[in-house]
């Protein structure tokens, strides 16, 4: 009889645990949920780039490192060799970024982030 005492006990303990465990899952969706819209704004004021959508996209990549390095201009080459992304795509999205307003070219092809 003990051990069917012990397994009905270990059995509710792990019901328990489990609803638990639900619980802090819901508790972490609502958080990652909060985490998103602080990127996305954060994102908004400091970059004007594509709202944070779960995924780091090429483009917050670039325009995060562009912050990074706001006291000089950087190479297309740079950029891409620092994110380990082909050169021509960064080229492609700085162009893009330029003709948005996002960044600007300064003086042999580097780019930096457009001061408002």
Wanted: aromatic share 4%.
């Amino acid at each position: 009889m003990n051990d069917v005492n012990s397994v009905l006990e270990i059995s509710q303990k792990l019901e328990n645990l489990n609803r638990r465990l639900a619980e802090l899952d819901q508790q972490r969706d609502a958080i990652q949920d909060e985490i998103d819209e602080c990127m996305t704004k954060l994102g908004y004021v400091t970059a004007r780039h594509v709202p944070y959508s779960g995924k780091i996209t090429t483009r917050q990549l670039t325009i995060a490192m562009l912050n990074k390095y706001s006291d000089r201009p950087l190479a297309p080459q740079d950029i891409a060799a620092e994110l380990e992304i082909d050169g021509q795509t960064i080229r492609g999205l700085l162009a893009r970024l330029a003709r948005e307003g996002v960044v600007k070219r300064s003086a042999h092809g580097r780019y930096q982030i457009a001061k408002e």
